[in-house]
Nanobody, 123 residues
């Protein structure tokens, strides 16, 4: 499977963005999907994930209640709806797909990564 992330941009604090991760090559329905981000000078960190077969979702504490991960299997796309954005959300966001069982907060659970999309939130 190949992943293409899009939807990033420059917004003001309090605004919303929706990131998309479109898959090609295989159906995403059999994959757990995750969103990670990397801010300048920092390590890549977990943001949100949705498990395959059941669609359980998981979030980084600081984005709970503001971000929502979802999937549309018909469109073979996973989304990250980001509301009430803060300056600390500024980062390059990456989507990832995996079939391993285990904690989806660990990036080692993912086998395939998309290119990043830049999100910049001005305060």
């Amino acid at each position: 499977v190949q992943l293409q992330a899009s939807g990033g941009g420059l917004v003001q604090a309090g605004d919303s963005l929706r990131l998309s991760c479109a898959a090609s090559g295989r159906s995403l329905s059999g994959y757990s999907m995750g969103w990670f981000r990397q801010a300048p000078g920092k390590e890549r960190e977990f943001v949100a994930a949705i498990r395959r077969y059941g669609d359980s979702t998981y979030y980084k504490d600081s984005v709970k209640g503001r971000f929502t991960i979802s999937r549309d299997n018909a469109k073979n796309t996973v989304y990250l709806q980001m509301n009430t954005l803060k300056s600390e959300d500024t980062a390059v966001y990456y989507c990832a797909a995996g079939v391993q069982e285990g904690t989806l907060r660990n990036e080692k659970m993912y086998d395939t990564w998309g290119q990043g999309t830049q999100v910049t939130v001005s305060s």
